[in-house]
């Protein structure tokens, strides 16, 4: 049998946990709305989500409740890289998926898509990376690895972050937002009906600060990590596998929150399914 290593977070390299949100960024996008006010131009987090495909097909997964704040007309804002100029597309070249939706926002399901136009893909590819779906199903459906193989990250952007610059570059107002890969493991997956859920706990303190809200991340991704050593002894991340996406922050307390995920049932089954039969 093959010998298990066991390490605690602390442990672990901080260039290994670095490199893996490295990663993990290159697959996430923000939404935004952009509108005027009486001062120019505004931009407001809506939410996040994961860049994805199924065959020739690219979209973005994400949450049901977000979909839904989405424009339906004009242009809609992406993040897409650091940046001070806008990322928009227009609305008539996507379509939005609300995939599922339950009656109580903590229970979910809540889960849903945005299927992008072959120009907006072809746009969107130049900046960013679309996680294969396809490639990576059977394998995460019928024999994923084990909750413990590795660490866990959830990833989107956080709307308590949001940074506001004046007079900078002759812009009236430049506004950042900043992704944030939180690390951790969650707990056991719990199958409802058609879906499974993962409940990510957070804890406050440790290596840096923790958000108190994760307003914005809602859409993100739940990624594991699985890890390796390479010939020299020396740590290494390996494929980072997207698991879940995230919907819900429960009942903040002094120490710790749990944020509600969909899990790879969700992901690969169901929300694989609504985009796959959408098609480009």
């Known amino acids: 049998m093959p010998s298990v290593e066991e390490l605690s977070f602390g442990e672990l390299p901080e260039t290994v946990i670095e490199a893996a949100a490295r990663d993990l960024a290159e697959y996430s996008i923000g939404f935004l709305r952009v509108e005027s006010t009486p001062r120019g131009q505004d ?3 809506l939410g ?3 860049l994805v495909s199924i065959g020739p097909t690219r979209a973005v997964l994400t949450a049901h409740h977000v979909v839904s704040i989405l424009p339906t007309v004009g242009r809609l804002g992406l993040i897409l890289t650091p940046t001070v100029q806008q990322h928009t ?4 070249g996507l379509t939005y998926l609300k995939i599922a939706r339950g009656t109580i926002d903590a229970h979910g399901p809540d889960l849903g898509a945005v299927v992008l136009a072959p120009s907006i893909a072809s746009a969107i590819a130049a900046k960013k990376t679309f996680y294969n779906l396809e490639l990576r199903r059977d394998q995460l459906l ?3 690895p084990d909750l413990h193989d590795g660490f866990w990250f959830v990833n989107g952007f956080i709307a308590e972050m949001t940074v506001e610059e004046r007079g900078r570059e002759g812009y009236d107002l ?3 937002f900043y992704n944030l890969s939180g690390a951790g493991k969650p707990d056991g997956a719990v199958a409802v009906g058609n879906h499974d859920y993962l409940a990510f ?7 840096s600060v923790t958000p108190k809200s994760f307003g914005g991340m809602s859409g993100g991704g739940l990624w594991q990590v699985p890890l390796t050593r390479d010939p020299h002894g020396h740590i290494k991340h390996k494929t980072p596998l997207l698991s879940g996406v995230v919907f819900y922050q429960e009942v903040i307390t002094e120490s710790s929150c749990n944020i509600k995920c969909h899990g790879r049932q969700s992901v690969y089954r169901v929300a694989y399914e609504a985009i ?3 098609g480009p």
């Open 43 to 45: 931009a407001v987090l």
């Open 48 to 50: 996040s989500g994961t």
């Open 89 to 92: 597309v227009d609305t008539e």
């Open 142 to 144: 019928h024999s994923p």
């Open 174 to 176: 430049i506004k950042g």
């Open 201 to 207: 706990p957070v804890s406050y303190g440790g290596r």
């Open 276 to 278: 796959h039969r959408t």
